[in-house]
């Protein structure tokens, strides 16, 4: 026992708690419904003390009329009746203050007859509150529609004070108009009761009418009619997409360059035959079932029992597109505003564009400023404008405030920023190397161990044709980071050309003067090879048993090195062989035979 004592104590607390909470959790609900009936029994004690009142004000009326002639009583009844009015004025003041309170935080409940709501019960009688009034009235209006000998005219009201009975064939009661009702809705009693009265005819007549025989039949054929009608207009949706089909099969003409965006073909002519063929289908498939889904309601607006469905189902499809619509409706200023920001940088860029592209022809000129930098400084503005734009029209995007909007723009940022470090150092490396400008395209330049000619240069690669027409692409942050030969930097603009020289070696028997004749004359012989500046040949050299001379030569070309060189040295093998004079490089033995 003294085990369990703890396990029990625990227990009983949290019995306790739980019970505390649930009476905590009800305890709003259960004031509101015990205020709700406190309003409710103060404005019936009101209403019955209107009542004793207004006896008392006809009583002391007719006093008033006997009295006639008696200054002193008619006097005092004036002024009771006065009160009386004064004490009516201020109680209805304060019904209707009560009764705006209650109608805050009271449900009506349907008077329902078959599937339509006739009426709707706001207030409660005697033990009875507004929902079992309201069962207990539909209940027993379904009976007098089920009465197979229903007599309009058996439905009368009996009228007993400001109380209005509303009764069927004398004996049974519907419903009861009093206390509150009319007072409720802003209506006499007796008023609401002839309301009430003629809806309740009017409804059962109708539903009596609805369910005869012969509007069952209409009905069913009204049906069948909606049906055929439903399958014309489907064969006929399906005749006229595969006229469509066969419209875009025979349409080479327009398929034979498949699509095209600024002589750029996107997709081939097959692929997009079948792209279109497959956008005919599915338009073709979301028409049919766009078809039957809207003649749903229709089939069952034609049954009563089935005519609530109707509105339900329209409200699936016309709900959401009732808030695209409002959606697209209260978006229209921000997309105008988008539209304005886009064309105002668009005009900007258009101006900008336009004064950089007089630069680079040379119609405007800036000290310092190179005609080659106007296009790549266009881009780099272009770039920076276009993010200034997305700055500008982001907070006008649909969704952008959204948490879910901005966590995608945040990872891609991460994303961007861990995944492109490499592309990031050539975008950087290309703006370096567009300022610094130690080559253009077409130039014969040497990066690393790579020689030829630049054919494209980017902003994250620069591309290299070699003499053996291989394409080698170069990231820009290599070209960087090695050196750079520009054979091509002097060959333009009246310079003097590019250098090209060779090495020979001759022995000392030749004298040097010969030499420097023949290795001129092979130059000048060279195609491609400058008159002025004149080539001139170095001495180098003195070796053990030969001098190494050097022949220089300008040339403009220097993108055709390979060929001049070859040419070069066979002017320079010809000219010193017609002069019998041996070349010794590279180092070779020749044994001669002495002549007797």
């Known amino acids: 026992m003294i085990v369990q004592k703890p396990c029990c104590s625990l227990l009983l607390f949290f019995i306790f708690f739980l019970a505390n909470g ?114 207990s009235i539909s209940e027993k209006i379904n009976k007098i529609y089920e009465d197979a000998f229903y007599n309009p005219d058996s439905l009368r009201i009996n009228s007993l004070n400001d109380s209005h009975d509303i009764i069927y064939k004398k004996k049974l009661i519907i419903l009861t108009v009093g206390n509150l009702d009319g007072l409720w809705l802003g209506k ?40 055929l009608m439903l399958v014309i207009i489907i064969r006929v949706t399906n005749y006229f997409f595969r006229k469509s089909a066969n419209y875009l099969i025979n349409q080479k003409t327009l398929m034979e360059n498949g699509l095209v965006i600024k002589k750029t073909q996107i997709l081939s002519p097959k692929y ?23 003649s749903l309601p229709l089939l069952f607006s034609i049954f009563p029992e089935t ?26 200023p921000n997309l105008f505003t988008i539209i304005v920001v886009y064309f105002i940088f668009k005009y900007i860029l258009k101006a900008i564009k336009f004064f950089f592209r007089e630069i680079r022809v040379g119609n405007v000129k800036i000290r310092g400023f190179h005609q080659d930098w106007a296009m790549p400084t266009f881009n780099i503005l272009k770039v920076v404008l276009y993010a200034f734009m997305l700055v500008v029209i982001f907070p006008y995007l649909p969704g952008s405030s959204s948490p879910a909007f901005q966590g995608v723009s945040v990872f891609l940022g ?87 020289h060779y090495t020979v070696t001759i022995g000392y028997d030749v004298p040097w003067k010969k030499v420097y004749e023949l290795l001129t004359n092979a130059a000048l012989a060279t195609i491609h090879i400058e008159k002025e500046p004149a080539p001139f040949v170095l001495q180098t050299n003195l070796d053990d048993f030969s001098i190494c001379y050097q022949i220089n030569a300008y040339t403009l070309q220097a993108n055709l090195q390979a060929a001049i060189y070859s040419n070069l040295l066979e002017n320079i093998q010809d000219n010193f062989n017609e002069a019998e004079v041996e070349i010794l490089s590279p180092h070779y033995n020749v044994i001669r035979k002495e002549e007797k």
């Open 414 to 500: 991460i994303l961007l920023s861990l995944g492109s470090s490499s592309a990031t150092s050539n975008l950087v490396a290309g703006l370096v190397i567009t300022y610094m400008r130690p080559f253009k395209v077409g130039d014969r330049v040497k990066i690393g161990e790579v020689t030829g000619d630049v054919i494209e240069k980017t902003m994250l690669v620069t591309r290299i044709r070699t003499i053996k027409n291989e394409d080698v692409t170069v990231p820009n942050s290599m070209v960087l980071s090695s050196s750079t030969v520009n054979y091509s930097a002097r060959t333009k603009k009246n310079e003097p050309g590019l250098i090209l």
């Open 188 to 227: 006499s009693n007796g008023d609401l009761a002839k309301d009430y009265l003629n809806i309740i005819k009017n409804s059962v007549e109708s539903e009596k009418k609805s369910h005869s025989l012969m509007n069952w039949a209409k009905r069913i054929g009204l049906s069948l009619l909606v049906i």
């Open 272 to 294: 997009l035959e079948g792209i279109l063929l497959k956008i005919n289908g599915i338009v073709k498939i979301i028409v049919i079932l766009l078809v039957i889904y809207l």
């Open 22 to 135: 649930i009476a905590y959790a009800q305890k709003p609900t259960d004031t509101a419904k015990r205020n709700s009936d406190l309003n409710e029994a103060v404005l019936i004690r009101d209403q019955q003390q209107a009542n004793v009142d207004s006896l008392i004000k006809e009583r002391l009326e007719r006093e008033l009329k006997a009295a006639s002639g008696n200054v002193q009583k008619t006097l005092e009844l004036e002024k009771k009746l006065r009160e009386i009015e004064r004490t009516d004025s201020l109680r209805k003041v304060s019904q209707l203050q009560e009764i705006a309170s209650l109608k805050k935080t009271t449900k009506g409940y349907p008077v329902i007859l078959n599937l339509d709501t006739l009426f709707y019960i706001y207030t409660r009688t005697g033990s009875f509150d507004a929902k079992e009034r309201a069962q």
């Open 307 to 332: 005519e609530g469905w109707t509105n339900t189902l329209l409200k699936w499809i016309l709900s959401p597109l009732r808030a695209a619509s409002k959606a697209i409706v209260d978006y229209l």
